[in-house]
């Protein structure tokens, strides 16, 4: 799991429910919502079999607390900050490379398809061969005054998500190559990604039968196995695919060979691991394991995801690796970048922002032009770098897997949003919200709400941040059509100079603390007040 927390609360009072294990060892952990009460369940698998007694080896907490998940998250934190997965912080890892500071805005496309499920995954002649992409992201580019974070997506011979039956890629090899030299030869870093544990055996926007592939390379050996014996798959609407056991040395080499191959293509970073990266349970009894889930599971995937990376490295010694969604805390030091898929709490970035940054990802609810908008904002007062999607023309989009049957964004207005924010994270925000610490927020009133399905937000987000020098930064980004004006209580004693920068404007003030301060901001503005 990305953490091992679970908090309730309410007026009355919280209830804290946590374990205490440094090594990430398997755990089911999950609460459940009822009519009078919460149940937070959690399961612990040691590894045994039979009937008997074992010792956990490490502490289950279980406590109260006054506050809201903020309280709960700072209790954890406390904990984790001790851990050897938190030894280095992002301004101190030397295994991350600069230009993630440069916070370059992610740009995702597809080379077929209009998304994951929708047939026939036809050809896009703006992206195929990907070479026919580069002028589409030369206009973003020059839109944006910034390099750029290319995500290039459906890109395997197979089918979007087609693994390991995935060479050579859509277009050729060699104009994927030129693609990669070009990009980076313009200050770019380009990314491809692949399916983690996924042994794909069907795709139907394609009519993809994997099975002769499968059967020829001895995939059955590589699968894990549920409890009566029977593969474990994944099914779903537009594919199929076998889980490998990462106790296999086959799975193990199915997984390296498909990241070998792709950082070989010359791309800046590899996102291997996807859909939560993490091991899943085999009960095979021929694996070398226990038969049952176990500590086994932690020591397997801990092993795999190191030779993932020194997999990478030694064919392309510079490229970053990435992961779909939140990476283990006990992995923290092994990625360099993740895929956020970030939404309205911000638990991640407050637990472990300094360590490690990620982009914003997909789904985040980008239902219309405030939406997309909204979505930025959202994303880059809790410290993600931007990303947006690509539709036919080089067009952006409002989400991925959405039919490009619908309207077109405001182009300009969301470009300049895009650089706005791009330019205010790598610049005058850079070191709370690139190299930060994430703190509990200081009071931010009088902002405007809206809905749009994921219950109100303010107009106006904000968060408040520390920097590694012990400067505090809030955050501001008014995302709509309209002036706000919010109000923002500096918290603190004594008389204290802060800084107001507000859309490229510097106000020097001194004041008595505890105050507020009024912040009018035009629409789509952003603003940090600083206190050093």
């Not at 380009?190 to 139907?204: E, N």
């Amino acid at each position: 799991t990305s953490t091992q927390l679970m908090a309730y609360y309410n007026d009355a009072g919280g209830l804290y429910v946590a374990c205490d294990d440094p090594k990430g060892l398997p755990k089911f952990i999950d609460p459940l919502l009822e009519k009078d009460g919460v149940t937070l369940g959690l399961g612990h698998y040691p590894g045994t079999r039979g009937p008997g007694e074992t010792n956990l080896p490490y502490h289950v907490v279980i406590g109260t607390f006054h506050g809201d998940w903020y309280a709960a998250a700072e209790i954890y934190r406390n904990w984790a900050s001790q851990q050897p997965f938190c030894a280095t912080k992002l301004n101190q890892r030397t295994d991350i490379p600069k230009w993630l500071a440069d916070s370059p805005p992610a740009i995702a496309f597809p080379m077929r398809g209009q998304g994951d499920w929708d047939p026939p995954a036809a050809e896009n002649p703006e992206y195929t061969p990907l070479t026919n992409a580069l002028p589409y992201l030369d206009k973003l580019a020059a839109a944006l005054e910034s390099p750029l974070l290319p995500i290039v997506f459906n890109w395997e011979n197979g089918g979007p998500w087609v693994q390991p039956d995935a060479y050579p890629p859509v277009g050729g090899e060699a104009a994927f190559r030129e693609f990669m030299s070009k990009a980076k030869a313009r200050g770019w870093h380009p990314m491809i990604y692949g399916d983690g544990l996924c042994w794909v055996t069907s795709q139907k926007n394609t009519n993809y039968d994997g099975m002769p592939y499968f059967r020829a390379h001895d995939g059955e050996s590589a699968v894990a196995r549920k409890w009566d014996g029977s593969f474990l798959e994944d099914v779903w609407a537009w594919r199929k695919n076998y889980v490998t056991c990462v106790g296999t040395e086959k799975g193990r080499q199915m997984i390296l060979n498909m990241t070998r191959r792709m950082a070989e293509l010359g791309p800046d970073v590899v996102q291997q691991f996807d859909q939560g990266p993490g091991p899943r349970a085999c009960y095979a009894a021929n694996h070398g394991h226990p038969p049952v889930p176990g500590p086994w599971m932690a020591e397997a995937f801990d092993g795999l995801v190191k030779a993932d990376m020194a997999t990478a490295r030694s064919v392309n010694p510079t490229v970053a690796m990435s992961c779909e969604g939140a990476p283990p805390e006990t992995q923290l030091q092994n990625f360099q970048v993740w895929d956020a898929r970030s939404r309205t709490c911000p638990l991640y970035s407050f637990l472990y922002h300094e360590y490690a940054n990620g982009f914003q990802g997909f789904y985040t609810n980008r239902l219309n032009d405030e939406a997309l908008r909204a979505s930025v904002a959202r994303a880059l007062v809790t410290g993600y770098i931007i990303q947006f999607t690509l539709r036919d023309k080089g067009l952006i989009e409002y989400d991925w897997d959405q039919t490009w049957t619908r309207a077109v964004p405001d182009q300009a207005g969301f470009l300049d949003w895009a650089k706005r924010g791009s330019h205010f994270r790598a610049g005058v925000a850079r070191d709370y919200l690139v190299y930060g610490r994430m703190l509990r927020p200081w009071t931010v009133s009088g902002v405007s709400q809206r809905n749009f399905g994921w219950g109100p937000e303010p107009l106006v987000q904000s968060a408040t941040w520390q920097a590694p020098d012990g400067g505090v930064g809030v955050v501001l980004a008014n995302y709509g059509d309209l002036p706000e004006s919010p109000r923002v209580e500096l918290e603190g004693q004594g008389t204290r100079k802060f800084t107001i920068y507000l859309d490229g404007q510097k106000n020097e003030q001194e004041a008595e603390l505890p105050r507020a301060v009024d912040i009018k901001m035009e629409p789509r503005s952003l603003c940090l007040i600083e206190l050093k």
